[in-house]
Structure formats: C-alpha cells, structure tokens
C-alpha cells in the first residue's frame, strides 16, 4: 500500500553533516505521520524524530538541538538534516510512515518501514 525509500546516508568524521530523505509513494495522504529511527547491531530500534498528522515534531533527547526534521507536504517527503554528528550516531536509518500515527511505539507496531539507509560516523 504504502512505499519508503530512504537516501542520503554515508561515512563522515565526528562532526560532520548529513541530510536524508524519505520518499514515500502509493497511497500516502495529510493524515500520515512519518518518523525516522535507528538502529546499530545488537541495540534496539530507536526512535530519532517524527512528525504527526498535526505536524507536530518530537525528538528524542540525542537529536534535540542537533537534527532537523522537515517534510514536503505535496510530495511527501521527509528529510532529516543532521548537524554534529557523533560516533553513537552511527546505524542504520530507517523511515517509516502510517496513518494517524503520532508515537514511536505505534510506528514500530504498525508503520510501513523503508529499507533503511546507513550511516557511519568515525571518531
């Protein structure tokens, strides 16, 4: 039903920059949140920042001050700007979307979820 393909991940030093991107296809409207999270082996999947139906964003403690999220309504696109980044930045970025969603616990129950794309921060 509904399509994520996450972008913009690679290999940075400590401090550094990056921007990704999640394009969502398929049937994807204004009553979807989209969230990103992470995840490094052998750790649980952890949500970094979402924005509800309301367009109402949340991030989590690491990201505060440090992340941006940003999302194109009309094409449904949500992107996340991440300013200084540190080594526990380091994992795999994934995307994820549903309807009315606004909580990380119901996006990992119930999202649609993306291929994730990596990203490496190196001291």
């Known amino acids: 039903q509904v399509r994520l393909e996450e972008s913009g991940g690679g290999s940075v030093q400590a401090g550094g920059s990056l921007r990704l991107t999640c394009v969502a296809d398929?049937?994807?409207?204004?009553?979807?949140?989209m969230a990103w999270f992470r995840q490094s082996p052998g750790k649980e999947r952890e949500g970094v920042a979402l924005?509800?139906?309301?367009?109402?964003?949340r991030y989590s403690a690491s990201a505060r001050g440090r992340f941006v999220l940003t999302k194109d309504n009309a094409k449904h696109t949500l992107y996340l700007e991440m300013n200084n980044l540190k080594p526990e930045d380091t994992g795999t970025y994934s995307c994820?979307?549903?309807?009315?969603?606004?909580?990380?616990?119901?996006?990992?129950?119930?999202?649609?979820w993306g291929q994730g794309t990596e990203v490496t921060v190196s001291s």
């Open positions: 924005i509800d139906q309301n367009q109402t964003i």
């Open positions: 398929g049937f994807v409207n204004w009553w979807y949140g």
């Open positions: 994820a979307a549903g309807f009315g969603l606004s909580r990380y616990d119901d996006f990992k129950n119930r999202g649609h």
